[in-house]
């Protein structure tokens, strides 16, 4: 079953350490506390690196990392799909990155 | 009980790891020179760059601050400088005769490049020579002035090889070591978390002049930094966004007070008791951050990459780390230290943290790195504006 690692117990999205594909089961364990953990189902294809959610997260919400906001939902994200940069945009850096 | 390492102690007490006659060009001019005497002698090590000719104000003083910077390394037992007029080369011969090493200036005009080749060469051949004698001396581990920065990050830099620097970070500044760290830009999104590190009021509010300073540079051109920073390798690699890979590049930092702040002209004082953890203004481009670094007095560097990055320096050891399992394998030829096996949490923070610490005290004792071995001599002067 592939792994994924979350930062933070308030983190949004789990990283995943092995290449993930769509339908998989990713046991997402704690770096703060490694025996805790949560099973995710992925929605989509993941690459090692890459971010699972971890929760339904709304478009406008912020999303956390390190239990602080690493960007913007652009779009509705659902649970266990990838999130990244066609869905995700940083808050930082002048108005051009809110759109 | 204290650590030692066998360094080279040069003449101003300062201690080095390597043992290089460097050959420093002044100006683009003085390349095919420069180059031409590296070729003639064996030992030599040759920075060609391509700047040095109509820079003025802070950017000039800037260039000479890394070029004699880079002179006076301890990483470096003499230097031979070429420039194209006598005048600016002096300047720099000046600040790097200081430290009390050999230092001789060859001027191009009124001679042409051959006969400055053979004129730098005889006195390249004397300084190769007398370098070749100098001998390693067991000497503590807490004169050694260090530098970290990751390069093609990714989200394992943040999960794993980052966290585990900071463990030889705490050990180096616990020993009375000193450290340094930069990337200002790239602290975007952790800014404040690097802001309550250090160690005075004063301190704080440097650093935070430095960071918006640079960052309203940024802000001026207006555009969408996607791709740039975070670069493309970076995306690929997992990172979204800058506060997601500043997140990530402040774990290597450790758990030690910031206790010192340079501005890009700012010398390294050595703190003359305990260690010394600081912060330098720099860009993140990886070969511009390492070359001020090692002008500031580095003669070590820890590097973290993700995706590979394979940059090096021509005088100070560059170490690279990868926790990405795939970048170990795909690119083996460049990474000193695999510590991945971190990433599936089959080691502890603190193995991955003393996999590299011992690693790095071989290095320092001697042993070449890959990018060493590699050739890989990124010598990459950060230019601020316009020459004139």
């Given amino acids: 079953m592939p792994k994924g690692l979350i930062h933070s117990k308030d983190d949004d999205v789990c990283v995943v350490t092995n290449d993930v594909k769509k339908g998989d089961e990713v046991i997402c364990a704690y770096l703060e506390n490694p025996s805790s953990y949560v099973i995710i189902k992925s929605e989509d294809d993941i690459p090692l690196g890459h971010k699972i959610a971890l929760r339904d997260i709304k478009k406008g919400e912020k999303v956390l990392k390190y239990s602080r906001p690493i960007g913007v939902a652009i779009s509705d994200i659902r649970k266990g799909e990838h999130v990244h940069t066609h869905n995700l945009k940083s808050l930082r850096w002048g108005k051009w990155q809110s759109q | ?388």
């Fill in chain 2, 1 to 388: 009980m204290a650590v030692t390492i066998k360094g080279y102690i040069r003449e101003n007490g300062a201690v080095g790891i390597r043992n290089h006659v460097l050959i420093l060009p002044l100006d683009d001019l003085s390349n095919s020179a420069a180059v031409g005497v590296s070729k003639l002698i064996r030992g030599t090590t040759v920075i060609p760059h391509p700047y040095g000719r109509l820079q003025f104000g802070r950017d000039l003083d800037l260039f000479f601050h890394i070029l004699a910077g880079t002179g006076a390394n301890p990483n470096v037992a003499g230097v031979i400088i070429i420039g194209i007029e006598e005048n600016w080369a002096n300047k720099v011969a000046d600040e790097i005769a200081k430290t009390g090493k050999p230092v001789e200036v060859f001027p191009i005009e009124g001679y042409g490049d051959l006969r400055t080749i053979e004129r730098a060469s005889r006195k390249a051949l004397e300084m190769v020579q007398d370098a070749s004698e100098k001998q390693r001396t067991e000497v503590d581990i807490s004169s050694i002035v260090m530098s970290i920065k990751c390069g093609e990050s990714d989200t394992t830099s943040g999960l794993a090889s980052n966290p585990a620097v900071g463990v030889v970070v705490d050990r180096m500044v616990d020993q009375g070591a000193t450290v340094m760290f930069g990337e200002t830009s790239e602290l975007t999104g952790a800014e404040d978390i690097v802001a309550d590190k250090m160690a005075t009021p004063e301190l704080r509010e440097k650093f935070m002049k430095i960071y918006k300073e640079y960052v309203d540079i940024i802000q001026r051109e207006g555009v969408d930094l996607l791709g740039s920073q975070p670069t493309q390798g970076n995306i690929k690699g997992g990172l979204s966004t800058i506060e997601e890979k500043a997140l990530g590049n402040i774990q290597k930092l450790g758990h030690r007070k910031v206790n010192c702040v340079l501005d890009y002209l700012d010398p390294l004082n050595k703190s003359k008791d305990g260690g010394t953890l600081c912060f330098v203004n720099t860009s993140s481009a990886g070969a511009e951050a390492v070359t001020l670094f090692a002008a500031k007095g580095s003669v070590i560097h820890l590097f973290t990459t993700g995706q590979g990055n394979v940059v090096g320096h021509p005088i100070i050891p560059v170490i690279k780390i990868t926790a990405n399992p795939k970048t170990a394998s795909q690119m083996s030829e460049h990474i000193d230290v695999d510590v991945s096996d971190l990433l599936d949490l089959k080691i502890s923070l603190e193995e991955a943290g003393e996999r590299i610490y011992q690693y790095m005290l071989r290095v320092m004792n001697g042993r070449l790195t890959r990018a060493e071995v590699l050739q890989h001599d990124e010598f990459s002067p950060i230019k601020l504006y316009i020459s004139a």
